[in-house]
Nanobody
Framework: QVQLVESGGGLVQPGGSLRLSCVLS????????MSWYRQAPGKQRELVAE???????NYADSVKGRFTISRDNAKSTVYLQMNMLKPEDTAVYYC????????WGQGTQVTVSS
């Protein structure tokens, strides 16, 4: 059974940084394209960043230059380094794995506030 477990969320001041982690278990992460999505209160879930099996990354325009997605296949983990955080980055962040099937993590809360 494939599971995704996120960690690293929390409360941070504007301009600060956080690093989210997502560990995939029950399968080999190398066969999945991995993504981070986020959902703010009252808004639709949106794609933040993705990294393909071939390590090609793409970003939403709103986070380009501030966020970096990476993957460590040996650790079965995908990361989202978030710098220069803004209040509008406040959301629940979800890890998503797309392969033979698709899987979601349970989400981790990120709050950017002074």
């Amino acid at each position: 059974q494939v599971q995704l477990v996120e960690s690293g969320g929390g409360l941070v001041q504007p301009g600060g940084s956080l690093r989210l982690s997502c560990v995939l278990s029950g399968s080999a992460i190398i066969i999945y394209n991995m993504s981070w999505y986020r959902q703010a209160p009252g808004k639709q879930r949106e794609l933040v960043a993705e990294v393909t099996r071939g390590a090609v990354s793409n970003y939403a325009d709103s986070v380009k230059g501030r966020f970096t997605i990476s993957r460590d296949n040996a650790k079965s983990t995908v990361y989202l380094q978030m710098n220069m955080l803004k209040p509008e980055d406040t959301a629940v962040y979800y890890c998503y794995a797309l392969g033979p099937r698709a899987y979601w993590g349970q989400g981790t809360q990120v709050t950017v506030s002074s």
